[in-house]
T-cell receptor
Framework: EAQVTQNPRYLITVTGKKLTVTCSQN?????MSWYRQDPGLGLRQIYY???????DKGDVPEGYKVSRKEKRNFPLILESPSPNQTSLYFC???????????FGPGTRLTVL | AQKVTQAQTEISVVEKEDVTLDCVYE???????LFWYKQPPSGELVFLIR??????QNEISGRYSWNFQKSTSSFNFTITASQVVDSAVYFC???????????FGTGTRLLVSP
């Protein structure tokens, strides 16, 4: 089954404790991205990657890092999480030339 | 830059009522796509429709219908005979030029009461 998976689905952590949210897709898609969703703001892009070793900032990249060492994986790293990063995070993937975007199930992160 | 406006923050209806969710967009692209997603209380994003700007025909899928009007830059979504299971947040979205991202509206929360 074609899918985008994210782990963990729920996470409660404390300020400053480094964490990684994993994202994996099984569709051989070149393009992957991360969004965060906040009340009243919709979804905003954090980072995206056009292919392996190619990443770029989205609209709200501050406080986040990403890497794309393999085509299928695109982890989101919070080196020093802060309470304002409490949010619902979505990973997405898309094949080059395709208009169909696949979203993961979301990761609900709470930073205390 | 692309922009999507969903002016209705929250709508409450009673079951079996019809309801229309508004979406107004801005783009300088001559060809573009528009999307609608549903986010139920469980939180996942459910794809509803993708519409090419070349095709202005209205689309109907069961109780759902979409009215695309380029003249007013609108892509409105109507649910006929709403049901409690339609309660969700609905997002309208538009890709940026080059499709590096989807630009989302702020969403409309629909509450359908029995």
């Amino acid at each position: 089954e074609a899918q985008v998976t994210q782990n963990p689905r729920y996470l409660i952590t404390v300020t400053g404790k480094k964490l990684t949210v994993t994202c994996s897709q099984n569709m051989n898609h070149e393009y992957m991205s991360w969004y965060r969703q906040d009340p009243g703001l919709g979804l905003r892009q954090i980072y995206y990657s056009m292919n392996v070793e190619v990443t770029d900032k989205g609209d709200v990249p501050e406080g986040y890092k990403v890497s794309r060492k393999e085509k299928r994986n695109f982890p989101l790293i919070l080196e020093s999480p802060s309470p304002n990063q409490t949010s619902l995070y979505f990973c997405a993937s898309r094949g080059t030339g395709s208009r169909e975007q696949f979203f993961g199930p979301g990761t609900r992160l709470t930073v205390l | 830059a692309q922009k999507v406006t969903q002016a209705q923050t929250e709508i409450s209806v009673v079951e079996k009522e019809d309801v229309t969710l508004d979406c107004v967009y801005e783009t300088r692209d001559t060809t573009y796509y528009l999307f609608w997603y549903k986010q139920p209380p469980s939180g996942e994003l459910v794809f509803l429709i993708r519409r090419n700007s070349f095709d202005e025909q209205n689309e109907i899928s069961g109780r759902y219908s979409w009215n695309f009007q380029k003249s007013t830059s609108s892509f409105n979504f109507t649910i006929t005979a709403s049901q409690v299971v339609d309660s969700a947040v609905y997002f309208c979205a538009l890709p940026n030029t080059g499709f590096q991202k989807l630009v989302f509206g702020t969403g409309t929360r629909l509450l359908v009461s029995p």
